[in-house]
């Protein structure tokens, strides 16, 4: 009982998305439904009282009007069969674009731990599997539902054209056989219960085969999705050229078509032998009861032209009732695959959703503190951040330096909120940050992060973040970002195309350029504070120093945090911490850290041997240690 009440509460929570996706669909499926089981019943109907005047020899206008109405109703009939299709279909597709942009809604919306989390993907990765190589999910409920309608409007349809068979009685005894006998009706009754229980069992056995399929699947369709991904971006093709990657590609893509090769067909396979053994079954039902129509008809208990109508109404009966049950216990696997779809899109975080306003300061006066902050990853004991003390004051430059794994970047997500500290506190003018409205706080934030993303969109949107584009101050921003001197080759301006991916005219654009465009990203924000967590690692020594130095002029008094391999680009910086296995093992000025001989950051610098400037002629030279 609760596995059902389970079950229905899936399905009404799917149909209540359907009707929020796209109200129009639902009731188009409920019309569309009831239309094609009431359809075929209307030839039935016209015939057999076509053919009864005919084998009666009534030749007059009563027979005219039955053969205009059959005319017109098969016309009207085709003409809102298309009508409805038509009007459908695009519905069908406008449903599934907005399904799918709820999932993409909600991997942007969910909490930063889940975009990380394998388990999260493969279980994305399940959903789409689902709805791609078996249909379920929504896309079932998109479509069942008008069959669903269908076939159970078709029964109840059937139902009252049979009716008047099974109370007809016989005026002559032209058959042997008692074919007004109640026994007969209760044989009926107990084949289709038999048949409808075999029918059920075959379903089942099948659902479980088609569900195993598609579970064993997801891990590899998460795996395959990223593969076609990289195959279709064009800048994959260097790496796949220069290291000949083909065949390890092409084994991998082999053995995911191979995949899904093998779970189609044995999916196809299951749903053959269903299909076979259905037909089989409802067939030699359906010769029985023919057989019972004709002695009905020969024993005079029913007019001889009627024959066509009962005998239809008796073959849809017993071809819809299998599929009838085949949908509804469609509906009941389906359940699961909602089940995963419910539960992603669900799916509650651990962030704390504060509400307190960000105080809206003319001066931009924002202090940030670290206070005994540790982290540890979700799932993991292992801390990555220990007891880290930090405070950053208006106005500040704080370089943060330190060996790979250092936690240094992921100090920077918990700056970001993209993670909560495990233990301690981050302050923002001496309030928790959690405390604040998560947007909010954002909004005092301009991150260019080490892997940042430019878009296949024109210049100025990547710039912008948005579509709408300030031109003065993105031509601006990109000035100060060192983009100048390329900016002024583009014939369309802040209108041009990154890459080629929508537009054949886009550029290409280096490392370092895509880098500028990603600080000029930061720069436009205009937010009091700006943190760089190596957005340079493109750049050549020098052009990596001239763009911190001068980027630090356009900083000017907003609070800044950087954090540089090269250490040399971090001399300009107030204050710099030295991370060392999650902790902060030094921190001061760089001409105090250079002095400890027996320090970290001493070994780093020492280790890098040399910084890198212009001489008089331009020319770049080596500069010993001080």
């Given at each position: 009982m609760k596995r059902m009440y389970e079950i229905i509460s899936l399905n009404r929570k799917g149909f209540a998305l359907m009707h929020q996706l796209e109200p129009k669909l639902f009731w188009a499926n409920i019309v569309q439904g009831i239309f094609e089981a009431v359809y075929p019943f209307i030839p039935f109907f016209f015939t057999s009282r076509i053919l009864s005047l005919l084998l009666n020899g009534t030749i007059n206008e009563q027979l005219r009007n039955w053969i205009i109405g059959a005319l017109v109703s098969s016309f009207v009939s085709t003409v809102i069969a298309n009508g409805l299709s038509h009007f459908r279909s695009p519905l069908y597709w406008r449903a599934s674009s907005k399904k799918e942009m709820l999932l993409n809604k909600k991997v942007i919306e969910m909490d930063y731990e889940f975009v990380e989390d394998t388990t999260v993907h493969e279980k994305l990765s399940s959903i789409r599997m689902n709805e791609m190589t078996g249909g379920m999910g929504m896309h079932r409920l998109f479509d069942s539902s008008k069959h669903l309608v269908k076939h159970t409007t078709s029964i109840v349809v059937s139902i009252l054209f049979l009716w008047s068979l099974f109370t007809s009685e016989s005026t002559r005894q032209t058959v042997a056989l008692n074919v007004d006998s109640g026994w007969i009706s209760l044989s009926f009754v107990g084949i289709m219960a038999a048949?409808?229980?075999?029918?059920?069992?075959?379903?089942?056995?099948?659902?479980?085969?088609?569900?195993?399929?598609?579970?064993?699947?997801?891990?590899l369709n998460n795996a395959g999705g990223f593969f076609f991904q990289l195959m279709h971006n064009y800048n994959s093709g260097k790496e796949i050229r220069l290291y000949n990657q083909y065949p390890y590609l092409h084994r991998l893509l082999t053995h995911f078509n191979d995949f899904t090769k093998e779970t189609l067909m044995g999916i196809h396979k299951s749903t053959s032998r269903t299909t076979i053994l259905s037909n089989t079954l409802s067939y030699g039902i359906l010769t029985l009861g023919y057989l019972w129509?004709?002695?009905?008809?020969?024993?005079?208990?029913?007019?001889?032209?009627?024959?066509?109508?009962?005998?239809?109404?008796?073959?849809?009966?017993?071809?819809?009732?299998?599929?009838?049950?085949?949908?509804?216990?469609?509906?009941?696997?389906?359940?699961?695959?909602?089940?995963n779809l419910f539960e992603f899109l669900e799916m509650k975080g651990n962030r704390h959703e504060g509400t307190l306003p960000v105080e809206k300061r003319l001066d931009r006066e924002y202090t940030l503190e670290a206070r005994n902050v540790s982290f540890a990853y979700p799932g993991s004991d292992e801390y990555v951040l220990k007891n880290v003390n930090l405070k950053l004051d208006i106005g500040e430059k704080l370089a943060i330096v330190g060996m790979n794994g250092s936690g240094k970047t992921t100090f920077i997500k918990l700056l970001c909120r993209l993670y909560d500290p495990t233990e301690g506190q981050i302050l923002l003018n001496g309030i928790d940050i959690r405390k604040y409205d998560y947007q909010e706080?954002?909004?005092?934030?301009?991150?260019?992060?080490?892997?940042?993303?430019?878009?296949?969109?024109?210049l100025g949107e990547n710039v912008a973040a948005s579509k709408e584009v300030q031109e003065g101050e993105a031509m601006d921003a990109l000035k100060k970002a060192g983009f100048s001197e390329r900016y002024h080759t583009l014939k369309e301006g802040l209108d041009t195309y990154l890459y080629k991916n929508y537009d054949e005219s886009g550029i290409e654009i280096s490392g370092g350029e895509a880098q500028k465009v990603a600080m000029a990203r930061a720069i436009y924000k205009q937010a009091p504070i700006v943190i760089l967590d190596e957005p340079t690692a493109a750049l050549d020594p020098l052009s990596e120093y001239e763009m911190y130095t001068s980027f630090a002029e356009v900083v000017g008094n907003r609070t800044a945090i950087y954090i540089s391999h090269r250490l040399s680009s971090c001399r300009f910086c107030d204050t710099i911490a030295v991370f060392d296995k999650g902790e902060i093992i030094q921190k001061g000025s760089h001409q105090e850290l250079v002095q400890e001989k027996d320090g970290k950051y001493y070994e780093l610098w020492n280790a890098q041997a040399q910084y890198y400037t212009k001489d008089e002629a331009g020319e770049v030279k080596e500069v010993a240690l001080a």
């Open positions: 048949y409808i229980a075999s029918i059920i069992l075959i379903n089942q056995k099948v659902a479980k085969i088609v569900s195993s399929f598609l579970q064993k699947g997801a891990t129509v004709l002695g009905k008809a020969f024993n005079g208990a029913i007019p001889a032209g009627t024959v066509i109508q009962y005998g239809g109404a008796l073959s849809l009966f017993i071809m819809e009732f299998p599929q009838l049950l085949e949908q509804v216990t469609d509906f009941i696997n389906n359940s699961e695959a909602l089940k706080y954002l909004r005092l934030l301009s991150v260019v992060f080490q892997d940042f993303q430019l878009y296949s969109f024109q």
